[in-house]
């Protein structure tokens, strides 16, 4: 009797330590009401943004036929982040965070209404469109910084990589389906209900705001705001790992990202797509990406996150590198699915570590900094890219990228090593190490 009963004491151990599934582990932050909240309202929302994204870049091209114009739109609307997203980062870090996104969420709707006003009632001039993208990029400023920052109030340290994770995961779905229903939407019955869409689409996030409850009390500062935002760079500047993975975030912003600016030559002039090629090399990019976000989903830990920064930046440059050479549509597909996981877990994978380091009185103010490494870096990329692609070709300019994104992940792999020594202390000091203090960033230990 005794060796069956130790066989059912050794089944009923077996099943309690056995470990969750995948999906319970992936999702794990939708165990926190208010995520669940934030997460189903965003993602009604994003579907909404990214169909009025198709909608307006159609809008321009409908009213100038100009390119010049098309890309001066997508300038106005990103360059504010780069020069106000400081006030932003502070105003995150001193006000409640809960009322700083219902704020800026609210802005957004009014805006996307006002847009589809004037498209609806034919009144819209290309000046309405570059002042209101102009608008949103300052609503963007405030609202990424908060909205990053708001995160940890949502769902505490312990799911935040999930949580960023799943915010990424949720972006890259809206991307796809968004500009696809927008594109019907467009044939079917025009720009302007896009708009009117999008507009109706923030209430599902503001009532979800409305309805969580969050610890999130304003934060009172001695200082005066310039004091407080030349402090959040000053702590970035001096803290070598978290200034390396924004450097490398920017060089990727400004380097990597113009693929996409420049990615209507290669659907036209190179793969001979078309308008039906660009839609499947932008789907391919967001499909990639998406897998990239749940990648990181399923990770429980930030161990060796500093290594899939690295290999990801790589797997980008070698992605953009191939496909520049590519005069087939479909190996350009494959080739834009690793190009879009590596950069969204790249940047997952920073945004992760980032947060995982900074003190939360500084939270606000360094994401402010990513949000100007990360979107306000986009628009000098775009117009760069434009420039080298008009004097030596798309193509060159795209290679050339890739070959950038390769030495800036050679640059961060040798830096790795000293980084990681700091990246422990800073993560052992806001009380995340998870039990694995000596491997955060790589999968060997550190001795000091």
Not at 308 to 329: E, I, K, R
Not at 337 to 362: E, H, K, W
């Amino acid at each position: 009797m005794t060796a069956p009963q130790n066989s059912v004491t050794a089944e009923a151990t077996d099943v309690k330590t056995a470990s969750p599934s995948r999906w319970v582990i992936a999702l794990r932050a939708l165990r926190h009401r208010n995520f669940q909240l934030f997460f189903g309202g965003q993602l009604i929302s994003l579907i909404g943004t990214w169909m009025q994204t198709v909608a307006q870049a159609w809008l321009v091209y409908r009213l100038t036929n100009s390119a010049l114009l098309l890309g001066s739109v997508g300038f106005a609307s990103q360059f504010p982040v780069f020069l106000v997203a400081p006030l932003g980062g502070i105003t995150a870090d001193r006000i409640n965070r809960q009322r700083l996104v219902i704020a800026t969420q609210t802005a957004s709707m009014i805006l996307a209404g006002i847009l589809a006003a004037l498209t609806l009632t034919h009144r819209v001039h290309v000046w309405h469109i570059f002042l209101l993208a102009g608008l949103l990029g300052v609503v963007n400023a405030f609202d990424i910084p908060g909205r990053q920052s708001f995160l940890v109030d949502m769902v505490g340290k312990e799911d935040l990589m999930n949580a960023i994770a799943l915010n990424s995961s949720m972006f890259n779905g809206a991307r796809v389906i968004g500009p696809a229903v927008a594109g019907i939407l467009v044939a079917k019955i025009g720009e302007g209900w896009c708009f009117a869409v999008n507009s109706i689409s923030y209430i599902a996030v503001i009532v979800g705001l409305m309805l969580m409850h969050v610890h999130s009390p304003a934060r009172i500062s001695k200082h005066s705001p310039i004091e407080d935002i030349i402090e959040g760079f000053r702590w970035v500047n001096q803290t070598k790992i978290i200034r390396a993975l924004l450097l490398l975030i920017g060089l990727v912003s400004l380097v990597g990202m113009p693929y996409t600016v420049l990615m209507p030559i290669f659907a036209d002039k190179i793969l001979h797509g078309g308008a039906r090629g660009l839609g499947i090399l932008m789907g391919a990019t967001g499909v990639g990406a998406l897998f990239g976000a749940l990648t990181l989903a399923a990770k429980t830990g930030v161990k060796g996150l500093g290594r899939w920064v690295t290999l990801s930046c790589a797997g980008l440059g070698v992605s953009l590198f191939c496909f520049s050479f590519s005069t087939s549509l479909w190996l350009s597909v494959a080739l834009l699915l690793p190009a879009g996981y590596s950069m969204m877990l790249q940047m997952a994978c920073s945004n992760t570590l980032i947060q995982t380091m900074v003190p939360d009185q500084l939270r606000g103010r360094v994401m402010s900094v990513y949000s100007m490494m990360f979107m306000g870096m986009a628009p000098f990329g775009a117009f760069f890219g434009g420039a080298l692609a008009h004097r030596f070709g798309a193509p060159i300019t795209v290679a050339t990228g890739g070959i950038a994104c390769v030495l800036g992940a050679i640059w961060f792999a040798r830096a790795l090593p000293d980084l990681r020594v700091e990246a422990r202390r800073l993560i052992i000091a806001q009380g995340m190490a998870a039990g694995e203090p000596a491997q955060e960033l790589d999968a060997q230990p550190v001795e000091e």
